[in-house]
């Protein structure tokens, strides 16, 4: 009943003004746009209107450029402009998986209602959206591939046109949707930010869940007015609208028994990368198995939600990551990965369905089932606090080996400066050896990602060539940059196989030539030869084993690579 309401009033406004109704309109709920009507959409809809400009801003995978749309009360779009003008960014990107097009269809809705002045735009806050950020994905439409999603008649798959899922590749950046979507995230200094999906997982009476940023993430005042005041403001709303918000439910690793963690966002995904540079991010999460119609109207709902409450703080939001950006610029350490902190809970209130269990028809053994006929509605433990797992104190300087041009080239995209050697120098330095890890055994997005790292640190003098990077961190993104050259960072480029070269040994040698030389290598090095003797003591199978000893001189003999295991990243310290 309540999405009938909602749906026939939206379905009455339309009749006023110059109404251009959406494909999810026209077909009662039923149908999402595709890629080309939406964008065909924008287009019409910005020729009735100097409030919106339509942009392109790079290239995807599929051989398409990424559309950016924009909407400004005062019909200003130029970012140096919005920073004069003291106005909020809120940016919306829609479709990044194209089996899950809520956000696609609310999105055109929101605006259209917009340009109509249906709804007042906001003068302090400039809306940018991403129509359909997985073009490649939106084309390749079927009805089969979300099993267990209710409706729309047809939508795109997950994967894009590498079939990559591109929630995990803002820091990797596999694809070009990805450097594209940086190119623009930068371009626009988003304020907030808001990243539109559909669940799977459990069946529960909730229409709309949410991940919003970790407070503790964010860190000082910035995320706890995010705690406090800014996420209670967006569910107080939301209950207004009749939607019940509750936290995202993830369902691989939720027992509501013991209690549910807020959700956990490495920078590999959208709003764990926007919270890298401070701005405040969200994931709308719609239930797969509530109506389409419904699941649209909530997220329209959430959308303007987000921007009537980023007006309404606009002030607070402007001065308190200013206070956060400046911070990062002087901070001192950084957290690379964290913990559920199970000393800092809240209480929730959840609406969900009893399991239960019968015969299922295609196996004839028991399943388990949610039973609609048992709702409930309990209050459950939230954990909602993190705290560091693993600081690392932040360097003066980074320096990097000049044939690593793919890092480079990304930590430019994001807006990191950088200058170079001039010419060859010798300086001390910290220097890391990878001294033990392990990696996926099977290829995630295009990967075998690297982990559990653990590194050799030393202080040596180490010569630099002219046209070796240097980085200094006192810059907004140093955040950014340390938890991408931090080897043990969850995504850092070290985790995604950007610098696996230097995992492989390089020469070796033949056991013929190499004995001679080994023994004379014993006869000038006493250390050596007390090192080998206390292993021979101590390991019996070692002893006997001629290539486990020779290869053991080989590797603390002056002919043994550098270069292997050698991280190619180097700190310069803060001078004591």
């Not at 050896?433 to 075998?448: A, L, N, Q």
Request: charged share 25%; with cysteine.
């Amino acid at each position: 009943m309540k999405s009938f309401i909602l749906f026939f009033i939206l379905m009455i406004s339309l009749q006023t003004g110059f109404a251009q109704l959406t494909p999810f309109e026209k077909s009662g709920g039923l149908a999402s746009a595709t890629y080309f009507q939406a964008i065909d959409w924008y287009r019409q809809l910005a020729k009735k209107s100097k409030q919106i400009k339509i942009k392109t801003m790079g290239q995807t995978d599929a051989g398409y450029p990424l559309h950016v749309v924009l909407l400004s009360a005062d019909a200003s779009f130029e970012p140096r402009q919005w920073k004069k003008q003291n106005k909020v960014v809120y940016f919306i990107l829609n479709g990044i998986h194209p089996g899950e097009p809520d956000g696609i269809d609310a999105s055109m809705m929101l605006a259209r209602d917009y340009i109509n002045k249906k709804i007042k735009l906001p003068t302090n806050v400039v809306i940018a959206l991403i129509p359909v950020y997985n073009i490649g994905g939106a084309l390749n439409r079927n009805a089969y591939s979300r099993v267990n999603q209710n409706g729309p008649l047809q939508y795109g798959f997950r994967g894009n046109a590498q079939n990559l899922d591109l929630n995990r590749d803002f820091t990797k950046c596999d694809s070009r949707n990805a450097k594209s979507f940086i190119e623009i995230f930068h371009y626009l200094q988003p304020d907030v930010f808001i990243d539109t999906h559909v669940s799977d997982g459990a069946d529960y009476q909730h229409t709309m869940t949410l991940i919003t940023t970790q407070y503790d993430k964010l860190g000082g005042e910035l995320g706890q007015w995010l705690k406090n005041d800014f996420e209670p403001a967006i569910y107080a709303d939301m209950k207004k609208k009749n939607w019940d918000l509750i936290p995202y439910v993830d369902f691989g690793n939720t027992d509501f028994s013991k209690g549910m963690k807020m959700f956990n966002e490495t920078p590999r995904y959208s709003s764990g990368y926007a919270a890298l540079f401070n701005t405040i991010g969200f994931i709308s999460e719609t239930h797969m198995l509530k109506p389409f119609k419904d699941r649209v109207l909530a997220t329209y709902d959430l959308l303007k939600t987000l921007a009537d409450k980023t007006s309404q703080y606009a002030n607070t939001i402007i001065e308190k990551r200013k206070k956060a950006n400046k911070l990062t610029t002087t901070q001192n350490q950084f957290a690379l990965s964290w913990e559920c902190d199970s000393s800092q809970t809240a209480k929730i209130e959840f609406k969900g369905y009893e399991s239960d269990s019968m015969m299922s028809q295609a196996t004839g053994l028991m399943k388990m089932f949610y039973n609609h006929q048992k709702p409930f509605t309990r209050f459950i433990t939230f954990y909602n606090s993190y705290r560091p797992a693993n600081f690392i104190t932040a360097p003066k300087t980074y320096i990097i080996k000049r044939g690593y041009y793919a890092v480079a080239d990304l930590l430019a995209l994001n807006g990191v400066k950088m200058r170079a050697f001039q010419n060859d120098t010798t300086i001390l330095v910290t220097a890391y050896k990878i001294d033990s890890y392990k990696s996926y055994t099977t290829p995630y997005e295009k990967h075998h990602k690297n982990f559990n790292v653990t590194l050799q640190s030393s202080t040596e003098a180490v010569h630099f060539l002219k046209g070796d990077y240097i980085i200094d961190l006192n810059q907004p993104g140093n955040r950014f940059i340390i938890e991408m050259l931090e080897p043990m960072g969850d995504d850092s480029y070290f985790s995604w196989n950007f610098f696996d070269g230097i995992l492989q040994q390089k020469e070796g040698y033949s056991d013929y030539r190499w004995d001679e030389l080994a023994a004379e290598v014993l006869k000038k090095d006493m250390a050596l030869q007390h090192d080998l003797e206390t292993r021979k003591k101590n390991d019996a199978r070692f002893a006997k084993n001629s290539n486990a000893i020779l290869d053991f001189i080989y590797r603390h003999s002056p002919y043994f690579e550098n270069a292997f295991k050698q991280y190619p990243v180097y700190r310069i310290e803060h001078s004591k």
